[in-house]
């Protein structure tokens, strides 16, 4: 199973019992909006993780279906995976990147804010669903 297709049986399961299947308010991320799509692999191909980023304009961005596979977690694939999205957006002059994640993930929550992301009111099309979502936004400084 890809990497994506990981992440969505995982949120479907942290779910259950919630009425509506859909998960992710508005367009889904596909190959015309996603700025860059990155996938760690270890040595012997195995996708680990994945995450991409989504241009917002106003040079910021959103982060979108970071995942790592349970076999790939606490080995520095995540981190990983942010710090080369972080820079790619640096060197594009983005200034910012935002993202959401839902209540039934505590681990994403407990990364994003360890990454230096701090909670923000809903955006976008997560607005009003506060009692689903919860939205992360980062200032990135340029790395001297």
């Known amino acids: 199973m890809g ?3 990981d992440l969505d049986a995982d ?3 942290r779910r ?7 998960f992710e308010p508005g367009a889904a991320p596909t190959s015309a909006d996603i700025a860059v799509f990155a996938l760690a692999r270890a040595e012997d ?3 680990l993780g994945c995450a991409g980023l989504r241009a917002l304009g106003d040079a910021a961005g959103e982060l979108k279906r970071m995942y790592v596979i349970p076999a790939g977690r606490g080995t520095g694939v995540a981190p990983a995976l942010l710090e080369f999205l972080e820079q790619w957006a640096r ?3 983005w200034t910012r990147l935002r993202l959401e994640t839902g209540l039934s993930q505590p681990d994403a929550v407990h990364f994003c804010t360890r990454s230096g992301y701090r909670r923000i009111p809903d955006f976008g099309t997560y607005t009003g669903l506060e ?3 919860l939205c992360f936004e980062r200032e990135l400084t340029p790395v001297l």
């Open 11 to 13: 949120v479907r399961a």
């Open 91 to 93: 060197d594009r002059g």
């Open 45 to 47: 191909g195995t996708p």
């Open 16 to 22: 259950r019992g919630v009425v509506e299947d859909r």
């Open 131 to 133: 009692s689903t979502s």
């Open 3 to 5: 990497t994506t297709l």
